[in-house]
């Protein structure tokens, strides 16, 4: 039987740390993001995309699309 540590008597780095060597383990993944969103003393960024980045990555995708219905 395998033993699932108690992830909320964690500390944020040994949580960190149990996730980054358990990359498969969902629930302390979930565990951890929902921490970093709630604990005070975490910094966020949020990134708005420039017109430019906006119309590159509509090329990319109708180029992908484009390449896709070729091959069909």
């Known amino acids: ?30 565990i951890y993001m929902d921490r970093m969103r709630t604990e005070p003393g975490v910094t966020r960024f949020t990134l708005t995309p420039s017109q430019e980045d906006m119309k590159k990555l509509e090329e990319f995708l109708k180029a ?5 219905n070729e091959s069909i």
């Open 1 to 30: 039987m395998n033993h699932q540590p108690n992830f909320y008597q964690m500390s944020r780095p040994e949580l960190r740390k149990y996730v980054l060597s358990h990359r498969e383990d969902d629930e302390a993944l979930r």
């Open 64 to 68: 992908k699309a484009d390449k896709q």
